[in-house]
């Protein structure tokens, strides 16, 4: 109930539409079902009159049977285009809402999900919630106020088949379903497990086909992926079963209703209450009516599949909702306590020491542009340690980055200094120790903001599927061809890429597929160059490179930086003479430093 109410509390942005579209609904069923009665009504009607030689008025029934006719025709095509709307509304409400809460997770929040079942909840368990209103709430509605429209109707004429109809269309409608849903909940359950299962086999099984095939794991894959296909097979047959059953009930509880009607509404005829055209009418509408419960035995079925599909979905959502890494929380906080915004000073010449006009003149013509602002770094003390982990990754550690400085941290692999990155960019808190950015607490910045102080060219390169002008534009959607073309040159990267048949338009496969780790990490940094952010952080640049290819590419960086700062993070030698300083994190080797 509690995963219901917190599914019904999402859809409130959509309330107006969802209650139209099952109005809409409606009216088609009441129009269906009074069609149905009233045509055998009339033909009925029509023969006993021409059998005992009478005349009668058929142009009002023929009126009646038109009208009904066209409200059916007119309320579904209504009915669809509403519902749809509503759906569609709820899956960018929904969609956007489960964005909003994990954009903030850090990447080790994320590792907790495997990228393919991560993968299969984005995807395939919002599909289950995304229709919960188009094929369980509003059926569910519509039902309710149908069968209780058509059982007040029956009453007219008999209270025992009214109660008949009734008690039948709720056992056919809702207590079968139910006890069959409940009974098959576990394999509901099973299948929505077992697909995400099955998708994140998958994706490990190509993902990882190269190194399986290398090192001969690849029928262990296979079995895997095997297993979780024939459990997800098994679950689908026991729903299949299921549901067969609850269809069936509906079956046999609608051709009751006909009979039943039929009986009750014998005696009535022997008395004269009714002749024969409204005792085929009654039969009619008592068989027609249970088309207000026909999608319901499927939806309450598949319930157990939705609630499993909520409560994975609302574990990710969950695990967002605490403050922001990075003290997103304590910025909106402070932003209510009146706190100014962050104001980076431009790079040329001093915002501080100019007048609020020029400093607002040197803040238009930096947005027009689009060049980086200032952004001095200090932090100090920071520790953090992974969860779970013996030890800290980084313990007590300190920097101070002036804007336009080159800063290497040196350092063995393993000794923190990609946790550096994480920590500056605010996308994990420190357990200990500050920072600030532009000597403003970074705890009191917005996630955006503080990430557009840096542009980052991580170790793992973080490659899309699609071409080469795709990978680059993600750092600037408005850098023209000219301006990628200068971060390939400075990357070392455009002779390479010019060679190519497509040459931008190169398509370069799944997380950089058809490209070389140095080709890969080159492209990296060429994107991060096109970044219009005040820092620019390289993270092992130059692995997979020759020594003299990773020295013109440290070259080239530096030449180009147009007063950027660069914090460069590296266990090798390459470039170090380029800085203006080395510093080793707690525990490694520390270097001289040594100046440009």
Known sequence: MRLMLRLLTLSRPAAGWLALGSLAALVALVANVALLAVSGWFVTAMGVAGTAGRSMNYFTPASLIRLF????TLGRYAERVITHEATFRLIASLRVWLFQRIEPLSPPALAAWRSGDLGARLRTDLDRLETVYLRLISPLAVALVGGAVLVAWLSRYSAPLAWLEAALLLLAGLLGPLAVARLSAPAARRQVTEEALLNAATVDLVQGMPDCLAFGAEAAQLAAFDAHSRALVRAQVQNGRAGALAQSLL????ALALWGAIVLAVPLLRTGAIDGA??????????????AVASLPGALQGLGGVLESARRIFAIADAAASPAPGGTA?????????MAPFKPRAFEGDARSQSPAAEGEAQSALRATRGPAACDIAASGLTYTYPGAPAPALRDFGLTLRQGQRIAITGPIGCGKSTLILLLT???????GNVSLGGCPAGDLDGETRRGCFAVAPQEPGLFSGTIRYALRLADREADDAALWRALRTAQLDQEVAALPDGLDTWIGEAGLTLSGGQAKRLSVARALLRPAPVLILDEPTEGLDAAAAEAL?????????????????????????????????GAQASPPQTA
């Open 278 to 291: 409204d005792l085929v009418m009654l039969a009619l509408a008592c068989l027609g009516g249970f088309e």
């Open 554 to 586: 440290l070259q080239a960086v530096v030449a180009n930086l147009a007063g950027r700062s660069l914090l460069l993070i590296t266990h090798g030698k390459a470039g170090l003479a380029l800085m203006d300083a080395v510093v080793a994190v707690p």
């Open 251 to 254: 079956m046999l509880c609608a």
């Open 426 to 432: 605010g996308l994990v808190a420190p357990d200990g």
């Open 69 to 72: 006719a066209i409200l059916r």
């Open 330 to 338: 304590r910025s909106r906080s402070s932003a209510k306590e009146g």
